[in-house]
Structure formats: C-alpha cells, structure tokens
C-alpha cells in the first residue's frame, strides 16, 4: 500500500502537538513533567523541515524525520524515538503491506531495546511497540485490530512497576500509573493507521 508521506507526517505531527498537555500530565505523575513538551518540540521541528523532508524518497525521508527527533526531542524519548524512524527509513520497502511495516517496526523495536536496554514489561514505549508490532508481523492484522491493540497496551502499563527510565526512581510509587512513553507510542500507531485508511 502507498504510504501518503505529507498527510503521515502532518497527522503524526498534528496529534502529537494536540496530546502534549495529557502526555506532560502522565509524565507529572511518575516522571519530570516534559514528555508532551519534549514531542511538541520534535514534531514542531519535524514540520519546520517538511519541504526538506518530502523532498526525499520515502527510506530518506523518515530517516531524516528520526534525526529531527534525536535533535529536538532530547530527555530518554528523544533518542528512543529518533531510532525508532531511522530503522523504519532502513526497513521499510516501497509500498509496504501490513506485514511489511511489521517486520521493520520489529526491527525497530529490536533497535530501541538494544539503545534503552529495556525489554517489553519494563513500563515503557516498548510496551505498545513491542505487541503491536509482532502483531502486525503475523499478518493477520486489521487496522482496527492494530487500533485497539496499541490502546489496551497503553493501558496495561497503568499496574506494571517501571524498571527503566526516569519512572523506575519511584519503585512501587510508580504502580497505578500509565507510562507516558506508552500513550504517545498509542497516539502515534493510532494515527499511521487512520493515515492508512485514508481517515485522518
Ligand atoms: P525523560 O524521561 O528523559 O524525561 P521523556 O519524558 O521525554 O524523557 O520520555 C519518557 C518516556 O521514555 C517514558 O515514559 C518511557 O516510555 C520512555 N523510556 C524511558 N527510558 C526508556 C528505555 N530505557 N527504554 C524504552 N523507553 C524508555
Ligand atoms: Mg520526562
């Protein structure tokens, strides 16, 4: 399937810039308060570069959207996140299926585990990633079911302890609450699919 590039980074960038209030009250409870900001500055930079950015093919383009990233994002997301585009820009073939973009968010998420040394259950991005994209490898994904997969993954960091990043400080304290990191990756899968079903 043909991935509209302008209407991927715009609806990317136009939903993470609407969520940094609720991403900066989740990281208030069990972080430093910054992750909306952090994402806002990263997605704000990703579309002062647009014209740049779109003027690339498309393994280029998200390449250069991850070093937008690592640049401008900063804190423990900012690398996290920048890995994360550039492994897509490496992976991800021209017309990618369902199961094309699987494997290489897989292969991204293989990056951002080796890059933060966390594992899926730590309480991080990795919890959303991590299902998501091993689901989108079996090839028997739905857009819907992917919608509804990363959401309930948001959700299921709410109990968990965190064992990485800055949230892992609080032990226990850390319990009850969802991981920032795991609703911006929702926000974030949750618009690629809308992009690709044409609904954003
Ligand atoms: P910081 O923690 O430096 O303030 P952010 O607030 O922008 O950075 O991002 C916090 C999010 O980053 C967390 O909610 C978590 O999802 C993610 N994160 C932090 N450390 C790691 C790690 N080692 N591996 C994967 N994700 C991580
Ligand atoms: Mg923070």
């Known amino acids: 399937m043909a991935l509209p590039l302008d209407t991927l980074l715009d609806t990317l960038s136009a939903r993470i810039i609407a969520a940094a209030e609720e991403l900066t009250e989740l990281d208030s409870a069990i972080g430093d308060a910054d992750h909306g900001l952090?994402?806002?500055?990263?997605?704000?930079?990703?579309?002062?570069?647009?014209?740049?950015?779109?003027?690339?093919?498309t393994g280029e383009a998200l390449k250069t959207v991850g070093m937008t990233l690592v640049m401008?994002?900063?804190?423990?997301?900012?690398?996290?996140?920048g890995t994360l585009f550039m492994t897509l820009g490496k992976e991800l073939p021209e017309d990618p299926?369902?199961?094309?973009?699987?494997?290489?968010?897989?292969?991204s998420v293989v990056a951002l585990k080796a890059r933060g040394?966390?594992?899926?259950?730590?309480?991080?991005?990795?919890?959303?990633?991590?299902p998501v994209a091993a689901h989108l490898?079996?090839?028997?994904?739905?857009?819907?079911?992917?919608?509804?997969?990363?959401?309930?993954?948001?959700?299921a960091t709410i109990p968990m302890?965190?064992?990485?990043?800055?949230?892992?400080?609080?032990?226990?304290?850390?319990?009850?609450?969802?991981?920032?990191?795991?609703?911006?990756?929702?926000?974030?899968?949750?618009?690629?699919?809308?992009?690709?079903?044409g609904k954003s």
Do not use: W
């Open 161 to 197: 302890k965190a064992i990485r990043g800055r949230a892992s400080f609080l032990g226990d304290r850390s319990i009850g609450h969802m991981d920032p990191g795991a609703r911006s990756s929702e926000i974030l899968i949750t618009a690629v699919c809308d992009v690709l079903e």
């Open 38 to 57: 952090n994402m806002k500055r990263g997605f704000e930079a990703v579309q002062a570069e647009r014209t740049n950015i779109l003027a690339k093919p």
């Open 97 to 107: 299926t369902l199961a094309d973009i699987g494997r290489a968010l897989q292969a």
């Open 72 to 81: 401008k994002v900063g804190g423990a997301s900012g690398p996290l996140y």
């Open 137 to 155: 490898e079996s090839g028997t994904a739905s857009l819907d079911s992917v919608r509804a997969l990363a959401t309930a993954s948001a959700r």
């Open 117 to 130: 040394k966390a594992e899926v259950g730590n309480k991080t991005m990795l919890d959303v990633l991590g």
